[in-house]
Nanobody
Framework: QVQLVESGGGLVQPGGSLRLSCAAS????????MGWYRQAPGKQRALVAR???????FYADSLKGRFTISRDNAKNTLYLQMNSLKPEDTAVYYC?????????WGQGTQVTVSS
């Protein structure tokens, strides 16, 4: 059973930055793709960014230029660097990984952007 554990969320002021981490219980080489999603209150979970095993990254159009997804294979960890945060970025952020036809999710980490 693969476990994904997010960390790094919290309260930040508008314009601030946060870096989220997602630690995997196994080598992330096993994942064909990994991604970050977010779910704001009353809204559906939506894609934030996705990175393939070869390193290609894809972003939600509205987030390009502010968010950066990366992976550290040696640490079995996925990251999301979030800059110039806005109140509308407030949500629970989830990481996921796709491996052997299955989709794995973490438990989520809360990000709140407020003054």
């Amino acid at each position: 059973q693969v476990q994904l554990v997010e960390s790094g969320g919290g309260l930040v002021q508008p314009g601030g930055s946060l870096r989220l981490s997602c630690a995997a219980s196994r080598s992330i080489f096993a994942f064909n793709a990994m991604g970050w999603y977010r779910q704001a209150p009353g809204k559906q979970r939506a894609l934030v960014a996705r990175i393939l095993s070869g390193g290609s990254a894809f972003y939600a159009d509205s987030l390009k230029g502010r968010f950066t997804i990366s992976r550290d294979n040696a640490k079995n960890t996925l990251y999301l660097q979030m800059n110039s945060l806005k109140p509308e970025d407030t949500a629970v952020y989830y990481c996921n990984g796709e491996a052997s036809g299955r989709l794995y999710w973490g438990q989520g980490t809360q990000v709140t952007v407020s003054s």
